[in-house]
């Protein structure tokens, strides 16, 4: 006798096995059961992965037996990998399902093989391999529609957390229901918190890259939202690990960003976002990575009040630039070193590498030619600030 075709042999023993599909996965089910912990399927999941296991046998089997063509039944897996999403479980899960599916159906392929003969036996192990590309690709489809399914549900669950971060940002925060209710939409925690802002320029940039990921690889959850001109995060962050969050941000920075202090509940969000929003604008010693309006809380003054802080630079370094003409850039840079000596006039004219009457001199023609002193206490916060906004405006 002939020997058979692999294909035809694998044809007739898997139409066979249909008409036992019960017994298939009265063996399979307890298989697929005994490898998760215990306790992990209730009687509903447990009735729900029956019938599962018993369409997609069947369906593996009709494929194997030539009765649809291959691409037809991929809706099968496809459900299961979505529905493997849906109920919060591992994508290796199903992938794990096919395989142990694959070796209980080769078992019983093999026991009709035997009771046919050696003729049988043989073609079938010629035609094992069509075996495990079908499951392979039953695998695979459910692979792709588990990543898709991920892939909407982490949308929209990203959208839900902007719109609730957005609401919150808008005041909301001061309904404790809402404020409830949005700690577990956001997924961040109850607190403490850091509020950061990024300011676009121009809008369409960012001026974070990949804020959120590299918060994630830290440890740190986030949630962010975007407006035209700015990003804003609310960050989780432990108590006195506020460095942690700027050494995490500080190599996404492409703009100028600006960090909150720690708040302890979302209904301080609006305030925090103002604060990090001031830090953001300040200029000054940091004039690039994550700020901190303690690192210049003179600067922040002038940021917040702008009005005051265009006063205070005509009446002063406005002023003195209009009368020094020419003179006007050295008197300025003579202040600020005198300034950074902390008022110290021999310090100044060491740092700036002239002579202390030197020095001296162009402190006084300062003073006359604005009418404020440079010594008196009051008068020199003022010059501060208005170095400050001179700094702002550049």
Same mark, same amino acid.
């Given at each position: 006798m002939a020997p058979l075709k692999s294909k035809e042999t694998l044809q007739e023993l898997s139409r066979a096995l249909l008409a036992d599909v019960p017994a298939v996965c009265h063996q399979l089910v307890p298989v697929l059961v005994a490898v998760e912990?215990?306790?992990? &399927?209730?009687?509903?999941?447990?009735?729900?992965?029956? =019938?599962?296991?018993?369409?997609?046998?069947r369906q593996v089997l009709r494929v194997l037996a030539g009765d649809l063509p291959e691409g037809a039944v991929l809706d099968v897996p496809r459900t299961a990998g979505r529905r493997q999403v849906q109920q919060n479980l591992p994508l290796e899960g199903v992938l794990r399902g096919y395989r142990l599916a694959g070796g209980v159906l080769w078992e019983h392929l093999v026991a009709l093989a035997r009771e046919a003969g050696p003729? *049988?036996?043989?073609?079938?192990? $010629?035609?094992?391999?069509?075996?495990?590309?079908?499951?392979?690709?039953?695998?695979?489809?459910?692979?792709?529609? &588990?990543? $898709?399914? $991920?892939?909407?549900?982490?949308?929209?669950?990203?959208?839900?957390?902007?719109? =609730?971060?957005?609401?919150?940002?808008?005041?909301?925060?001061?309904?404790?229901?809402?404020?409830r209710d949005s700690i577990g939409a956001l997924g961040v925690g109850t607190g403490p918190f850091v509020c950061v802002v990024g300011l676009t320029e121009p809008a369409d940039h960012l001026a974070l890259e990949n804020a959120r990921e590299r918060l994630r690889l830290g440890g740190v959850a986030s949630v962010w939202v975007t407006y035209a001109g700015s990003e804003v995060g609310l960050v989780a962050v432990q108590p006195a690990a506020e460095k942690r969050i700027r050494e995490l941000l500080e190599p996404a920075v492409r703009g100028r960003a600006g960090m909150s202090p720690v708040f302890a509940e979302v209904s301080e969000l609006p305030r925090?976002?103002?604060?990090?929003? *001031?830090?953001?604008?300040? $200029?000054? *010693?940091r004039a690039h990575g994550l700020r901190v309006l303690d690192d210049d809380l003179l600067a922040g003054l002038v940021v917040e009040a702008p009005l005051v802080g265009s006063m205070i630079y005509e009446r002063t370094v406005g002023r003195l630039l209009d009368a020094a003409g020419p003179d006007g850039p050295a008197l300025l840079s003579t202040l600020r070193a005198f300034f950074e000596a902390e008022a110290s006039l021999n310090i100044a004219a060491a740092n700036?590498?002239?002579?202390?009457? *030197?020095?001296? &001199?162009?402190?006084?023609?300062?003073?006359?030619?604005?009418?404020?002193?440079?010594?008196?206490?009051?008068?020199? =916060?003022?010059?501060?600030?208005?170095?400050?906004?001179?700094?702002?405006?550049?």
């Amino acid at each position: 006798m002939a020997p058979l075709k692999s294909k035809e042999t694998l044809q007739e023993l898997s139409r066979a096995l249909l008409a036992d599909v019960p017994a298939v996965c009265h063996q399979l089910v307890p298989v697929l059961v005994a490898v998760e912990p215990p306790g992990f &399927y209730d009687d509903e999941a447990l009735a729900d992965l029956r =019938v599962a296991a018993e369409h997609a046998v069947r369906q593996v089997l009709r494929v194997l037996a030539g009765d649809l063509p291959e691409g037809a039944v991929l809706d099968v897996p496809r459900t299961a990998g979505r529905r493997q999403v849906q109920q919060n479980l591992p994508l290796e899960g199903v992938l794990r399902g096919y395989r142990l599916a694959g070796g209980v159906l080769w078992e019983h392929l093999v026991a009709l093989a035997r009771e046919a003969g050696p003729p *049988t036996r043989d073609a079938l192990l $010629e035609g094992a391999g069509d075996i495990w590309r079908v499951l392979d690709l039953f695998s695979q489809a459910a692979s792709d529609a &588990y990543r $898709e399914e $991920e892939s909407l549900l982490r949308l929209r669950d990203d959208r839900v957390q902007a719109s =609730v971060l957005g609401a919150l940002l808008d005041g909301r925060g001061a309904d404790p229901q809402f404020a409830r209710d949005s700690i577990g939409a956001l997924g961040v925690g109850t607190g403490p918190f850091v509020c950061v802002v990024g300011l676009t320029e121009p809008a369409d940039h960012l001026a974070l890259e990949n804020a959120r990921e590299r918060l994630r690889l830290g440890g740190v959850a986030s949630v962010w939202v975007t407006y035209a001109g700015s990003e804003v995060g609310l960050v989780a962050v432990q108590p006195a690990a506020e460095k942690r969050i700027r050494e995490l941000l500080e190599p996404a920075v492409r703009g100028r960003a600006g960090m909150s202090p720690v708040f302890a509940e979302v209904s301080e969000l609006p305030r925090a976002r103002r604060l990090a929003d *001031t830090a953001a604008r300040c $200029e000054g *010693t940091r004039a690039h990575g994550l700020r901190v309006l303690d690192d210049d809380l003179l600067a922040g003054l002038v940021v917040e009040a702008p009005l005051v802080g265009s006063m205070i630079y005509e009446r002063t370094v406005g002023r003195l630039l209009d009368a020094a003409g020419p003179d006007g850039p050295a008197l300025l840079s003579t202040l600020r070193a005198f300034f950074e000596a902390e008022a110290s006039l021999n310090i100044a004219a060491a740092n700036s590498f002239v002579h202390r009457n *030197t020095m001296l &001199y162009r402190l006084n023609k300062i003073e006359k030619l604005t009418g404020l002193s440079v010594r008196e206490l009051h008068d020199q =916060v003022v010059w501060v600030l208005a170095l400050k906004e001179f700094d702002n405006c550049r």
